[in-house]
């Protein structure tokens, strides 16, 4: 399967106003954004977990990043609430589930093979001081790319010209991008070469952010 494949071009997906659709587990559904590959793929999606589901234990040979966008994710780890950021590098297993159910956006098989970085945040508590009506926090940096959260007064103007290409997704609020209204759950992918601005809507806007990573992109080894 390919979706949103060709990372030549801009891409936008206003996720809220897609269907689910089942995943392989009872009561687990998608939204998927970007994807290579079939159920081991290269992929960007939102899961929803329904409350007491799980999946079986399994490892990601290619590493899994995610944000948990409300309810609790669990696994052998620890309870990630609303809010936390988790990576998850190449040879990791864990057992996903959530008692009470929740939502996650996360990308598949998108790490260095040789990463064996593995961690959580909680976004909010990295934010650095506001600047220009904007909170920044550093998630993740290496070599190949940058994650960053930001926080951002109505109003303000957020710019980013990092090369290798950028990729973003508003949480909460809203952003005006290049003319178009991106509301909650809406992501955006950029070329390499195409910088970004957005101004944030009356509300404000919280935005994910992962820049330079297209350059490194590959499908999965299956």
């Not at 559904?29 to 999946?55: C, K, N, S, Y």
């Not at 309810?71 to 609430?81: A, H, I």
């Not at 960053?148 to 952003?175: C, F, K, P």
């Amino acid at each position: 399967m390919e979706l949103n494949a060709d990372f030549s071009k801009r891409v936008v997906v206003h996720s809220e106003k897609t269907e689910w659709v089942s995943s392989p587990v009872a009561g687990v559904e998608r939204r998927m954004l970007d994807r290579i590959g079939d159920e081991v793929a290269r992929a960007t999606t939102i899961v929803r977990f329904a409350q007491g589901r799980q999946f079986s234990e399994h490892t990601h040979a290619g590493g899994e990043e995610f944000i948990v966008l409300d309810g609790v994710f669990q696994d052998e780890y620890g309870d990630f609430p609303t809010g936390t950021y988790v990576r998850n590098p190449p040879t990791t297993a864990h057992t996903p589930r959530s008692e009470m159910g929740c939502t996650i956006f996360v990308k598949l098989w998108q790490f260095e093979m040789d990463d064996r970085n593995q961690f959580h945040k909680t976004m909010v508590d990295e934010c650095a001081e506001p600047l220009g009506g904007i909170a920044t926090a550093q998630l993740h940096r290496d070599a190949h790319e940058t994650v960053t959260y930001s926080e951002l007064d109505a109003g303000a103007m957020l710019e980013n010209l990092d090369a290798g290409g950028i990729e973003m997704l508003v949480i909460a609020g809203s952003v005006v991008e290049n003319g178009e209204l991106l509301g909650k759950g809406a992501w955006l992918r950029l070329p390499n070469g195409q910088n970004l601005r957005v101004f944030a809507g009356n509300s404000g806007a919280k935005i994910w952010m992962k820049t330079g990573h297209l350059a490194h992109t590959k499908p999965p080894l299956v």
